[in-house]
């Protein structure tokens, strides 16, 4: 079964800063996604960004991107210029590949943004 | 809006007692999925399914049984709700295409007293 590690249970920014959340992960597949979902209070999954392993650029979105280093099984996320709508839990989930295409996500960070 | 409704979005219920949640989407996709979410456990897999009466177990499917007789819906059944059921359950598709993300219900809150 596919495990996947975020060693951060909680983490806290102030406003304008920079933070990063980690992600380690473990697969036999050589074709995968990696993904990071973003749950505010209000419990919506948001889908914050996506990174095809077999390429090499990291992803970006906005004031979100993603250091992936595949040999590492590595995936983190960071966030430029914290805003207050930041504060939310984040999962990092790869998929299975395949054709079923389950996600397993990790446990979470709690990450709150100060003003 | 992934088009996707859960219901109830919350329901209390005893221990011993059936339960159903219904996931209903509107866009015809192949795959659907149930997870349920506990503090410090992140979303775990429940079932999937991958068309109409193709369905499979996760990681903690225990419990469950699902059933998707149309394509459309996807439910989750308790037989005998117990405590350890108590949680908030997510429903999500698979849209087709590049990414295999998924896109989530707005979950149901279950709790079996």
């Known amino acids: 079964a596919q495990t996947v590690t975020q060693s951060q249970p909680e983490m806290s920014v102030q406003e304008a800063e920079t933070v ?4 380690t992960y473990d697969t036999s597949e050589s074709n995968y996604y990696l993904f990071w979902y973003k749950q505010p209070p209000s419990r919506q999954m948001i889908l914050v960004i996506r990174q095809e392993a077999y390429k090499q650029q990291n992803a970006t979105e906005n004031r979100f991107s993603v250091n992936f280093q595949k040999a590492a099984k590595s995936f983190s996320l960071k966030i430029s210029d914290s805003q207050l709508g930041d504060t939310a839990m984040y999962f990092c989930a790869p998929n299975s590949g395949g054709s079923n295409y389950k996600l397993t996500f990790g446990k979470g960070t709690l990450l709150t943004v100060n003003p | 809006d992934a088009g996707i409704t ?10 011993g007692t059936p339960v ?4 209903h989407q509107t866009e015809n996709h192949r795959y659907m999925y149930w997870y349920r979410q506990d503090p ?26 699902v059933s998707r007789s149309k394509t459309e819906d996807f439910l989750l059944t308790l037989e005998s709700a117990t405590s350890s059921q108590t949680s908030v359950y997510f429903c999500a598709i698979r849209r087709s295409g590049v990414g295999g993300e998924l896109f989530f219900g707005e979950g149901s809150r279950l709790t079996v007293l």
């Open chain 2, 20 to 23: 159903t949640l219904r996931c």
């Open chain 2, 6 to 15: 859960q219901s109830p979005r919350h329901k209390v219920t005893e221990t």
């Open chain 1, 20 to 23: 990063t959340l980690s992600c």
């Open chain 2, 40 to 65: 410090g456990h992140g979303l775990r897999l429940i079932h999937y399914s991958y068309g109409v009466k193709d369905t499979d177990k996760g990681e903690v499917s225990d419990g469950y049984s």
